[in-house]
Structures are given as structure tokens and as C-alpha cells.
């Protein structure tokens, strides 16, 4: 079974930084770095290929880097997969940061800890959405449930998106429709492969 | 303790969305959640980055919180007492009124944020004796005004029947940005089978999902639409039962369309022949098929015809008052609140175009303006001439200027006043895509330095001894007398809920009564000839700054400055939040146009014409038509392009518009 995680539609996602905001206001990060971030890929639609968006926080892998390389065990994984960091056990030694292929945990300077999207678990405990996925306006991204079957068509592996170190993320894709975008976006899968 | 309260309420910024917001304030005053109002069926529950971003903005550290003056040493301000700032400013524009006149003050008045109460600002000018404005708007009107003379009234469906579209077609719009609920329904409408087709000379994020994208030349959208109506009558795809009930001046404008045979079309847009073939049959087949058209092609001299051009497709195809179909523009249901009770105007306050802000500070005369007041709207920064109007505001004897925040034009002021937020001040907010009224809730009183404009319109009366009595005690029922006859009920309804108060209905002219001259859609307009010297019937006429103009040889690029879903205009991009997320304002080149100029991604270059220039990153982009180049519009904060120091005074020829995307510039590597 896997875990809990997100699923994004490369086709829906125009990365407005409404999630972002969102897991600000949701987490408390006010002046801190965002947890959520968007990384827009070809925006100068080179190779023919169109622009799109990840809006990426943290992926909750299964097997997670950030744990693995953990010296004061601050990270614990949850029944359902949910990937949480304890900032009591923090040092701040920062080794996350190195071993996360991904580049989520942030380390907060001020308080000499680091911290990462905990999946608003306090959201899910009480049955609601993870703010970003609340906040979407057009419904790209969405939460996937632990143990949730991948909808038919949506894929793990994206141009733009890699998993180097074996991490497997639970974060999934619904590739790009539209007769614009999704030939051009074919193209570059297949560029990728190559 | 208190427990948290969530409160309803509505954004007023100057986008088609007007989301319903609810907004949650924890025990200590502060913004804990801010969601969208599920209650408001357009905006569905959502609301944008910019709705969120308000829980940074309310308490923003650069937010303007106590009134500014003038340093005596004449650079940077000082913190002044109201009382000190009032008096002060009612002395001086009393002095300017006693030696020029009433009329030697500009009161200028943007679309920062939407509510009744901003009207009140004429109650005291009124009683000043009149005061100068601006007529006109720098956004939309033309499409306004061809919709008008078109259909009657500017109204189209419920947003929610997008969703029953089989064919979309999107025209010099990006609603990926610029209308996010309205996209999130075209794709849901793509996911049930519809097809959706973009013009824009641009790639957007529209563009990219589109099934169909053409990218004609600025500004010749009316042979576009003209071409692809003859194509669709040569095809015999037009809709004879109703335009034989329904249409007036079909004939003749028939006649008109030999002139636009899809090779001559294709010849003045750029387009292949067989792109506006294909596009105009597939158009006409689907059923039912919306055309949405944005403003961004109508921001040119001969707006008003290319809009009355784009405007009698949905009806020469018969999608007019059918759910899923129709012309979309904008939907003034919810523009229905009566007159605001003023004192009378002595005489009639005199008026310039909007577009047309610094030539009329330079040269205006019997009397000139020597002072102004500026509120919501940062015209230093936002309207053609920019850079003039700066200077020229300096050269006044007065400037007062009402914002939030610093802002190129506040710069230029003698007082800068701090301005309420939305959630400072309770007031009625009308919409433009969705019919509903909303409440704006007063979530919080304004900081103490902070005073309501509607408040500080109210001391001046005072000063000057004016009568005050048009001012609000009560500001519910203020607004209660506002609304339509016999709805007044409506206003305890809502705070605790978004009205249609229309009648209308969610399917526009549904019952196929047009009110126009005629009771039917107006093919032939002879009102747009006896209003504003144009042709009755629609035609395309090259711009005098297109393409094809002689000052092409100079000035070859077509620059268009189109609009972020970043910002509203020059709104929130002082935020920390927003500017974390912003793509970049860079000049978007196609890389034909780049290499013979031997411009390089990433490299800087200059921006110029007869007018002006500007200096900034260049992006090489195929994604744009060649010819046409593109820089976001919306100075905000130092860095930015003051992108229209470019952009000149046109009007367009209907309904007195800004012309910002006719303009010509060339590019050269710094």
C-alpha cells in the first residue's frame, strides 16, 4: 500500500501560487520560506514544447530521503504514509536539506530548526483537504489517500521531474490535454526517453 | 476568550471574479484563514492568490498607516496630523479655487477597489463648485459600447453554463490569469468534449491547454471575425430562422462581407487561409458554441468596430440566448443600484478622456489644473504617458493622494492620505462576469491613523462648511436606499449571501427581445454612426500605428502590455507572498525578431519609440507571433517597466477607451 500524497494535472495546473499562499496562511509561515513552492518549466516554450507548472511541496515518499538521513531522528512516517518532521528533535544540522533530492526541507535561520509540509495532518486528522489543495482554484492539485488506486492515464515520471535517489514520491501527474499542449507535451516525453 | 469568527464578504479589485470571500479573524484581530464563499455559485468556493494574499496585505509592513506631507526640503515625507493634513489641504485648495476656479481641480478617481461609497467623493465637489474629471475608461469601454449597440445591453449567461459548451472560443483573452473560475469551467467544459480555440498574437497559459490556437497580428481582428463570417455564409452555416426574427441589417451587412473573402483576411491578419476556415466552420458546427472576448482586442483606435465585428458571430450563428452558447464580454446584471442621493452640481463638471491624462495637465486652459486629488487609481504609473504625467503632477500646486501603499503616482504628491482596506469599511459591490450583488463586511475598524475615504470626504465638507447631510451615519441603510426598488429587504439578506437582484435570468436575451432601436440584434448599427462617426456596418480600417503603417518602417514590433494573474494592474506586487511567486516582467521577442537584432535570452535591451523608452531583460520566446513583442504591464515597485512611458494618448473610436496596445517600438540590444 502506499502512502498519502498529491496528485497534480499538468493540463489544470496555470501555477497561480494560491496553494502557496494557502500553506502560508494555513502553517503560520508569514515571513518564513513557503513550504509550497511553484517551479514553471519552459516558459520560453523551447523545443516547440509547452510552458507548465509544478506546484511541488513535500512529496511524502515512501521512501524518504529526509528520514533515512536523519542523525537525530526528527522525521517519523505515519500510518498513512504522511511524512512528519519534529522540530523538539530537530539540531539543525540541515543533512535533510543535502539527502532530499526534492529540495523541500527549508531551514528556518531564526529558530536554528528545519521544517517541512507536514501534509496539514491536522487537516486530514479532522477530515478536511490540505489548504493547498482546498485553495486550488482550477483543481489541479488534489490529495491522494493512502492505499488510493492511480487513476487510469496519470504517471509518476515527467518531464521536469525526476527521482534520483530512489525516493518514490507519492506525488502522481495527469499529463497535459488539449490539442496545443499535449502533442507538444508527447513530444517532449518522448525526447526525455530518448 | 473569544472564539474565532469567520466573516462573508467580497473582494472589490477590478477583475472579472469578484470571489466571495469568507475571512476568518482569530480573538486577537488577526487573519487566520481566508476561503471562498461556496455560496457564490461563480466562484465556487475559490478564491485566487490575490484574495489570499490579503492576509499579508492587511497588516503589511509597508502598509500606509498615518497621513504623509511633503518634507519642506521637498524630497521624501513626514508623518502629519489628520487635522493638521485637512486644514492645511482645504486652505490650499481653497486658494486655487479662488484664483482659477473650481474647475482648476482635477479629481481623478481609478478602479482600485469597488463599492457604492466611492461615489460620495461628489458631494463635496458638488459643493466646491465642480471640480475637473476624466470621462471615458482606460479598460473597456468600446467592447461596451459595440456590445450595446449590438445586443441592447451588456449582459451574457450565468458563468456556470460554460460548462455546457461545445465549442469555446476565447478571442484576445487569458482567463488561465486574468479569469480563473471562468477557466476552471471552459476546462471543465474541454474535459466533457468541448473544443476550445484562443486568438492571441501570445502564448499564454490559455493558449497552451487550447485545442486550437491562431495568432493573427495586433489589431486586425475585425477582418479576422469579418472573414470568418463570410466564410461561414458561403457555407451556408448561418442560422436563417433567426436571423430573419431576430436580426436587423442582415442584408446589407451580408453584402459587406465580399469584401472579407478568407484570402484578404488571411492576407491583412497573417494568418494561413485555412486556419480561419478551419476555425470558422468548426465555430459554426459545434452547437452550442460561446465566443468570449477579452479586452485585448479592443484596446486600439478602431476597438469598437473590431468588437462589433467579433460581436454578430454568436448571433449570424444563431447561440444567442441558448444555454452553453452565446457572446461573452460583460455582465452588468448586477449593476442595477440606483443613483447615489447628491447635492446638485452648479454647473456641469467638466470632463476629459481618461486616456488623455497628461496632455490635458499640460495644456488645459480657461482654467488650467493646478491641483489634484487622486484616489484609488495610480495614473503615475497606469495610464498612457505615465512618465508626463508624473512630471506634470509635480508641477501642480496641489497633489493629494489617497492609497494604500507608496505608489509611482504617491510619490508625486504633496499629501499622501492612507487608505482603508477592503476590510475596513462596509459598502455594496457590483460585478462584471457574475450577476450577483455582494455585501463587503467591515471585518475590522481602520488603524487609527486610517480614515475611510467616504470619512475624509465628510471632514472636508466640514471645513469648508458644507452641507454634510449627504454623508452616511448609518451606513447599512445608506446603502439600503441603494439598491432597486422594492428589494430594499435584500439588504439583510446579504451579509449572508450573494443576490442576483437582475430578474434576469441565468440565459441571456432568452426571450430573443433585444433592446435596441430595432428589438433585434444589429447588424447594421445606425447609432454607431450618429454617436460616434463610425460606419454602420462593421469594417476593418488599419491602425494608424499597426502593422502596415508608414511609422512601421521605423518603429517595426507591435508591443502589446497585457495583464498578469500576478496583479491587478499595479496592485499587490509590493507583497513579499505575491512576489515569491511572480513570473518575471522581461520583453518577450520571437527569436526571428531577436537574432536580427542580435538580441540573446536573458540579455538586456532597450525598448523604444518617439515617446519613450525603457530598459529591461529580454526572453526569447517562439510562443509569440514575430512582429509582436510583449511586456506585463502593472509598476509597481522599483525594477519594474514602466512600460507606459510607450503607450500614447489614443482614443479609441467608440466610447472614448485607452489605445495601449497600439503601439509601435523597436528593440535594440543595450
Redesign the interface.
Known amino acids: 500500500m502506499t502512502g498519502a500524497g498529491f496528485r497534480l494535472d499538468l493540463?489544470?495546473c496555470?501555477?497561480?501560487?494560491?496553494c502557496?499562499?494557502?500553506c502560508?496562511?494555513?502553517n503560520g509561515r508569514?515571513e518564513s520560506a513557503?513550504w509550497r513552492r511553484?517551479l514553471?518549466l519552459n516558459?520560453?516554450?523551447?523545443a516547440?514544447g509547452?510552458?507548465?507548472t509544478f506546484s511541488v511541496a513535500c512529496h511524502h515518499c515512501e521512501n524518504p530521503a529526509c528520514l533515512n538521513g536523519c542523525p537525530s531522528r526528527a522525521y517519523a512516517r505515519r500510518p498513512d504514509g504522511v511524512v512528519v518532521h519534529d522540530e523538539h528533535r530537530c539540531l539543525g544540522c540541515r543533512y535533510c536539506e543535502m539527502t532530499c533530492p526534492f529540495g523541500t526541507p527549508v531551514f528556518d535561520g531564526d529558530r536554528g530548526v528545519v521544517s517541512k509540509c507536514p501534509l496539514c495532518a491536522h487537516r486530514l486528522d479532522a477530515g478536511l483537504a490540505p489548504a493547498c489543495v482546498?485553495?486550488?482554484?482550477?483543481?489541479a492539485l488534489q490529495f491522494a489517500e493512502a492505499g488510493s488506486a492511480r487513476p487510469p492515464g496519470d504517471t509518476a515520471g515527467v518531464p521536469g521531474f525526476a527521482d534520483p535517489a530512489g525516493c518514490r514520491p507519492n506525488l502522481t501527474f495527469t499529463p497535459?490535454?488539449?490539442?496545443?499542449?499535449s502533442p507538444l507535451f508527447e513530444r517532449l516525453v518522448e525526447r526525455n526517453r530518448r | 476568550m473569544p472564539a474565532p469568527r469567520t466573516i462573508r464578504t467580497v473582494c472589490p479589485r477590478n477583475c472579472y471574479c469578484t470571489c466571495g470571500m469568507l475571512v476568518t479573524v482569530d480573538e486577537s484581530g488577526r487573519?487566520?484563514?481566508?476561503?471562498?464563499d461556496p455560496l457564490n455559485p461563480a466562484t465556487d468556493g475559490?478564491?485566487?492568490?490575490k484574495g489570499?494574499?490579503y492576509?499579508?496585505r492587511q497588516t503589511a509592513p509597508d502598509r500606509l498607516l498615518t497621513p504623509l506631507r511633503r518634507s519642506r526640503s521637498g524630497s521624501g515625507f513626514e508623518p502629519v496630523e489628520w487635522e493638521d493634513a485637512l486644514s492645511d489641504i482645504a486652505a490650499r485648495l481653497d486658494a486655487v479655487r479662488a484664483t482659477y476656479g473650481p474647475s482648476s481641480v482635477l479629481y481623478y478617481e481609478g478602479s482600485g477597489s469597488h463599492g457604492a461609497l466611492g461615489g460620495l467623493a461628489m458631494a463635496f465637489w458638488h459643493q466646491f463648485g465642480g471640480c475637473t474629471t476624466t470621462h471615458g475608461d482606460l479598460c473597456w469601454p468600446a467592447g461596451l459600447e459595440a456590445t450595446r449597440l449590438t445586443y441592447g445591453a451588456n449582459l451574457h449567461n450565468h458563468p456556470r453554463l460554460t460548462r455546457e459548451s461545445r465549442f469555446i472560443l476565447v478571442w484576445g483573452h487569458n482567463p488561465?490569469?486574468t479569469n480563473?473560475?471562468q477557466?476552471?469551467l471552459m476546462?471543465d467544459a474541454?474535459?466533457r468534449g468541448a473544443v476550445?480555440a484562443v486568438i492571441d498574437p501570445r502564448?499564454t497559459?490559455t493558449?497552451?491547454?487550447?485545442?486550437?490556437?491562431l495568432q493573427p497580428r495586433p489589431g486586425t481582428d475585425a477582418a479576422l471575425a469579418l472573414g470568418i463570417a463570410n466564410v461561414i455564409v458561403e457555407a451556408g452555416l448561418h442560422d436563417e430562422a433567426f436571423l430573419r426574427m431576430h436580426a436587423q441589417g442582415f442584408e446589407a451587412y451580408r453584402a459587406r462581407l465580399a469584401d472579407y473573402a478568407v484570402e484578404r483576411a488571411a492576407d491583412i491578419t497573417g494568418l494561413p487561409p485555412e486556419a480561419i476556415r478551419q476555425l470558422a466552420l468548426a465555430y459554426a458546427r459545434a452547437k452550442p458554441a460561446l465566443l468570449v472576448a477579452g479586452f485585448g482586442l479592443q484596446r486600439h483606435s478602431r476597438a469598437g468596430q473590431a468588437m462589433r465585428a467579433a460581436a454578430l458571430l454568436p448571433a449570424l450563428t444563431g447561440n444567442v440566448g441558448v444555454a452553453g452558447g452565446g457572446w461573452q464580454y460583460a455582465n452588468l446584471a448586477s449593476h442595477c443600484l440606483r443613483e447615489l442621493p447628491l447635492p446638485p452640481a452648479p454647473r456641469p463638471v467638466r470632463t476629459f478622456p481618461v486616456s488623455q491624462v497628461a496632455r490635458h495637465l499640460e495644456t488645459l486652459d480657461g482654467p488650467p489644473v493646478r491641483a489634484a486629488w487622486i484616489e484609488r487609481g495610480n495614473p503615475g504609473s497606469q495610464n498612457p504617458a505615465a512618465p508626463r504625467i508624473r512630471r506634470a503632477l509635480r508641477a501642480l500646486d496641489l497633489v493629494v493622494v489617497v492609497d494604500q501603499f507608496m505608489t509611482p503616482t504617491a510619490e508625486c504628491a504633496d499629501y499622501v492620505l492612507p487608505a482603508k482596506t477592503l476590510f475596513e469599511e462596509e459598502d455594496l459591490v457590483t460585478a462584471y462576469w457574475h450577476p450577483y450583488v455582494q455585501w463587503r463586511a467591515r471585518v475590522f475598524d481602520p488603524p487609527a491613523g486610517v480614515k475611510p475615504e467616504s470619512e475624509i470626504w465628510r471632514l472636508l465638507c466640514e471645513r469648508f462648511g458644507f452641507d454634510t447631510r449627504w454623508f452616511p451615519t448609518d451606513r447599512k441603510a445608506w446603502l439600503r436606499d441603494l439598491l432597486p426598488e422594492g428589494q430594499a429587504h435584500a439588504i439583510d439578506r446579504l451579509p449572508h449571501e450573494p443576490l442576483d437582484l437582475s430578474g434576469n435570468g441565468d440565459i441571456a436575451f432568452a426571450s430573443r427581445h433585444f433592446p435596441t432601436a430595432s428589438g433585434r440584434v444589429a447588424f447594421e448599427a445606425p447609432d454607431a454612426t450618429a454617436r460616434w462617426g463610425a460606419a454602420a456596418l462593421p469594417e476593418y480600417v488599419p491602425l494608424d500605428e499597426g502593422h502596415a503603417a508608414p511609422l512601421a518602417s521605423r518603429f517595426p514590433l507591435q508591443l502589446l502590455s497585457c495583464k498578469t494573474?500576478?496583479r491587478i494592474h499595479s496592485q499587490f506586487g509590493n507583497l513579499d507572498?505575491?512576489r515569491?511567486?511572480?513570473?518575471p516582467h522581461v520583453l518577450d521577442i520571437h527569436p526571428d525578431d531577436a537574432a536580427a537584432r542580435g538580441i540573446v535570452?536573458g540579455g538586456r535591451v532597450v525598448v523604444w519609440n518617439e515617446r519613450g523608452r525603457l530598459e529591461l531583460a529580454a526572453?526569447?520566446?517562439?510562443?509569440i507571433r514575430p512582429g509582436v513583442v510583449h511586456v506585463l504591464e502593472g509598476w509597481c515597485h522599483d525594477g519594474d517597466p514602466d512600460v507606459n512611458a510607450l503607450v500614447g494618448e489614443g482614443r479609441t473610436d467608440m466610447n472614448d477607451g485607452a489605445t495601449f496596445y497600439e503601439c509601435l517600438v523597436e528593440v535594440q540590444r543595450r
Open positions: 493540463h489544470r496555470v501555477g497561480c501560487g494560491a502557496v499562499l494557502a502560508r496562511i494555513e508569514v513557503a511553484i514553471p516558459l520560453r516554450r523551447r516547440g509547452p510552458a507548465y482546498a485553495a486550488c482554484p482550477t483543481g497535459p490535454r488539449g490539442q496545443v499542449r | 487573519i487566520i484563514r481566508i476561503d471562498g475559490r478564491v485566487c492568490l489570499l494574499s492576509a499579508r488561465a490569469e480563473i473560475h477557466w476552471r476546462l474541454q474535459e476550445i502564448s497559459d493558449t497552451d491547454a487550447a485545442d486550437i490556437h494573474r500576478d507572498w505575491v515569491a511567486v511572480e513570473r535570452d526572453r526569447v520566446t517562439p510562443g
